[in-house]
């Protein structure tokens, strides 16, 4: 909870929107840590929703979570992975195509889009 907490803080700090994965389970039954109000642009992709890990992402922790990542994907659009201990480039590759993976959430490259 504390790196969700960080994340919502900085998200905040830039001025963008969003829902928290609390207030989405009063409606929803899986959700991401963050659903966006207004979609972000995120190294020229959209992203809709980030799923936020306080781990490092491994081959074997990453294909554990893809079924979550590809019900996220399906049911909310593009998003973004963020291990916050680093991940192997690896699962770059297993993940969905509108799926992005960093270790941190990359403000500089942020740009809120409008609706």
Request: proline share 4%; net charge negative.
């Amino acid at each position: 909870m504390e790196y969700e907490l960080i994340l919502q803080e900085k998200l905040t700090n830039l001025g963008v929107s969003f829902f928290t994965e609390v207030e989405l389970r009063k409606a929803y039954y899986k959700t991401p840590d963050i659903y966006l109000k207004v979609p972000i642009s995120i190294w020229g992709v959209t992203v809709n929703w980030i799923e936020s890990k306080a781990s490092f992402g491994t081959i074997e922790n990453n294909t554990s979570n893809l079924e979550q990542f590809w019900g996220y994907q399906s049911r909310y659009g593009p998003g973004i992975v963020i291990y916050w201990f680093g991940f192997q480039e690896a699962i770059r590759s297993q993940m969905p195509d509108d799926v992005l993976v960093a270790d941190d959430l990359p403000t500089e490259d942020i740009v809120v889009l409008s609706v």
